[in-house]
């Protein structure tokens, strides 16, 4: 199973952008997604999850109302639509996918993560 996270840039705040994480290999049957992201020197930290059908989905609170993450199956790819864009939203951002149906918010829930996608937002 491979990971595959795009649509990271350079946008002033305010901007938006889309990520996109495309899976090949293996397919999501019933596995929940993820996005989290890292700062320098800061730790990894959940941002969006959405669970198997994409029924339910979680967002870090900083981000509720200007972040949607979405998932495709037929695709096989798992989106995060970011309005609003922040300086303190710049980060490395990391598709993730579990093994289970059921959104967690700790990386070592997630087996499978993407590449990474660097999003900078200017002041």
């Known amino acids: 199973v491979q990971l595959q996270a795009s649509g990271g840039g350079l946008v002033q705040t305010g901007g938006s952008l889309r990520l996109s994480c495309a899976a090949s290999g293996r397919t999501f049957t019933a596995d929940a997604m993820a996005w989290f992201r890292q700062a320098p020197g800061k730790e990894r930290e959940f941002v969006a999850g959405?669970?198997?059908?994409?029924?339910?989905?979680f967002y870090e609170d900083s981000v509720k109302g200007r972040f949607t993450i979405s998932r495709d199956e037929a695709k096989n790819t798992v989106y995060l639509e970011m309005s609003s864009l922040k300086p303190e939203d710049t980060a490395v951002y990391y598709c993730?996918?579990?093994?289970?149906?059921?959104?967690?918010?700790?990386?070592?829930?997630?087996?499978?993560w993407g590449q990474g996608t660097l999003v900078t937002v200017s002041s």
């Open positions: 959405i669970s198997w059908r994409g029924t339910s989905t």
């Open positions: 993730a996918r579990s093994r289970t149906s059921v959104v967690r918010t700790t990386p070592p829930a997630y087996f499978y």
